[in-house]
C-alpha cells in the first residue's frame, strides 16, 4: 500500500498563491458519501457554493473546519453552500463520516477513497490541499480561490459573493493543539518605511489602480519589451549578492482594507527585466481580498517608488507577469533559460517582511505540474531559502543571470499526521524560459 504524503501548501503572498483554474467550474456528477446524486453546479443554481478539497489527515485543512462551519452556518440562510471533496484514501475513509459529524460538518461530502488520484482532484488540477474554489451555481463562475477562502479572508469574500455588507466578524481561531516543544520565533520586523513614503508619492491617475488592473490581468495591454544580454562572466557569490541587491524590488498593492479602513501595503518580490519593464509572479499583483480601493506599486531596495502604467502580460497558470513602469535607476537583469541540475542558485528576498535576506543553494529538479507538460507548467526547485513575502523575487545563476523568479513553497510528510514522519520542503520557482515565452508573446502582440 502506497505511504500517504500529508501535504500542506503555505502560500507566499497574501493573495492567491498560484492555485490554478479555469474562469469557470468543470462540471461533474459524482455520489455522495451518503449516497446520494450530486450534479455540480446544477445542484447548486441560486447558491454561492465552494468547493473544498480537504482530508481528515491534513493539518492545515482541519485547522480551517470551526471558521468553516461557522460561516457556513451564518451564511447558509443567504445562500452560501459548501461542498466537500475529501482525498482521504481506503485506509482513513472510513472515520469520514464519524470525523464530518463530530466537526459540525453538516454539507455533503464526496470521496471515492483514492486519495490524490481522487478523479475530481485530477479534474481540478488539485496537487495540494486545503485548494477552494467559490463558484456562481447559476453561471458556474469561479468567483474566488486560495487564500481568499481561508481564515480572515473567508467570511468577507463569501460576503462580498453574496453581495451582502461586510460584517467585520472576526474568523473562529481552531483550537490548540496539544503543548510541543517551544520554538523560538522570529523577531519582528521593523515598520515599513514605505508606510510613510507612499502616501506623499502615490497619486491617483499616476498609477494603476485595482480596477484596471484587474481588467488588464484579463486583457493585457501589450507593448515592446528588449531584454538585456545574457551574462556568460562567472561571479563570486558576494558579488551576485551586491547584483541581487541592487537589482532587487518589491511589488504588489498600497491599498485601504475593508475591515479597519486604514492603508497597508502587501508586497513581495519582483525584478526588471528592461528599464521600463518590471516581471513578478502573477499572484503578486493579484489585488489583496480585503482590498477596498489601492494601487499597484513597484518600489527598489532604497525606497524609491516608481508608478505603473501598464500590465504587458500575464499568465495565471505560468504565475509570470510583467509591468510597464515610469522611472528611472532599474538595473535589467539578463534572463537564462538552458539551466541544469547541479548549478548554483542565489535567491535576494524579503521573507517574513524581513528585507535583505540572501542565500544560495543549487537547482534541484526539473520538472512539469501536469502530465502534458504544458510550456506554462515548467517548473523547478532550488534549495535556496525564502518564505512569505519571497514570491516574484529573482533566483540567479552564477553569471547573475535570472534562472527563475520564487513561486511557492510545499511541505510533503511521509505520515499522516504531521508530528511525525521525515518532512521534505519544496522551493518551487517559475523557469527564466516561461518569462522569456512571455515576453515573446508581448512583443508579437505588440508589433500587430
Known amino acids: 500500500m502506497k505511504t500517504e504524503l500529508f501535504l500542506a501548501l503555505l502560500l ?91 466537526k459540525g460538518m453538516t454539507w455533503t461530502q464526496i470521496c471515492d477513497g483514492k486519495g490524490w488520484d481522487a478523479e475530481l482532484g485530477r479534474l481540478y488540477g488539485v496537487r495540494a490541499i486545503p485548494s477552494c474554489f467559490l463558484v456562481d451555481g ?172 501598464a500590465i504587458l502580460g500575464a499568465d495565471a497558470k505560468s504565475d509570470a507577469a510583467l509591468v510597464r513602469v515610469i522611472g528611472g535607476g532599474l538595473k535589467p537583469l539578463p534572463l537564462r533559460a538552458d539551466v541544469e541540475l547541479g548549478e548554483p542558485a542565489y535567491c535576494f528576498s524579503d521573507p517574513l517582511k524581513h528585507r535583505g535576506y540572501f542565500s544560495a543553494g543549487i537547482v534541484n529538479r526539473l520538472y512539469s505540474t501536469d502530465a502534458k507538460e504544458d510550456p506554462a507548467s515548467q517548473r523547478l526547485n532550488v534549495s535556496t531559502d525564502w518564505a512569505q513575502g519571497s514570491s516574484g523575487s529573482a533566483v540567479l545563476d552564477e553569471y547573475g543571470n535570472v534562472i527563475g523568479h520564487v513561486a511557492r513553497i510545499q511541505t510533503f510528510n511521509s505520515n499522516p499526521a504531521p508530528s511525525s514522519g521525515t518532512t521534505l520542503v519544496m522551493h518551487e520557482a517559475i523557469p527564466a524560459k516561461t518569462v522569456l515565452n512571455l515576453v515573446k508573446r508581448v512583443n508579437e502582440a505588440a508589433m500587430k
Open 12 to 102: 507566499l503572498t497574501s493573495p492567491l498563491s498560484a492555485q490554478e483554474a479555469p474562469a469557470n467550474a468543470t462540471p461533474f456528477e459524482a455520489e455522495s458519501t451518503a449516497g446520494a446524486k450530486v450534479s455540480f453546479p446544477a445542484d447548486y443554481k441560486g447558491k454561492v457554493v465552494m468547493l473544498d478539497f480537504w482530508a481528515t489527515w491534513c493539518g492545515p485543512c482541519v485547522a480551517e473546519v470551526p471558521n468553516l462551519t461557522k460561516v457556513h452556518a451564518d451564511l447558509k440562510p443567504k445562500g452560501f453552500e459548501v461542498l466537500g471533496i475529501s482525498l482521504d484514501n481506503e485506509r482513513t475513509k472510513d472515520k469520514l463520516a464519524a470525523f464530518t459529524q463530530e
Open 138 to 309: 447559476t453561471t458556474g463562475k469561479i468567483l474566488a480561490k486560495g487564500t481568499e477562502l481561508r481564515g480572515a479572508s473567508l467570511r468577507p469574500t463569501i460576503e462580498k459573493a453574496l453581495g451582502l455588507p461586510l460584517s467585520g466578524i472576526p474568523p473562529v481561531a481552531a483550537a490548540r493543539p496539544a503543548a510541543r516543544p517551544a520554538v523560538p520565533s522570529a523577531p519582528p520586523p521593523p515598520p515599513d518605511p514605505l508606510l510613510e513614503i507612499a502616501p506623499k508619492v502615490v497619486k491617483p491617475g499616476k498609477f494603476l489602480n485595482h480596477e484596471v488592473v484587474k481588467t488588464q490581468l484579463k486583457s493585457p495591454k501589450p507593448g515592446p519589451v528588449s531584454l538585456s544580454t545574457e551574462s556568460t562572466q562567472s561571479k563570486s557569490s558576494r558579488d551576485v549578492a551586491r547584483l541581487s541587491r541592487a537589482a532587487h524590488l518589491r511589488a504588489g498593492w498600497y491599498y485601504r482594507c475593508t475591515r479597519c479602513d486604514k492603508m497597508h501595503l502587501s508586497l513581495a518580490g519582483a525584478y526588471a527585466v528592461a528599464p521600463d519593464v518590471v516581471a513578478t509572479a502573477n499572484h503578486v499583483i493579484d489585488p489583496p481580498a480585503t482590498l477596498k480601493e489601492g494601487w499597484l506599486i513597484v518600489a527598489n531596495t532604497d525606497n524609491e517608488i516608481f508608478p505603473t502604467t
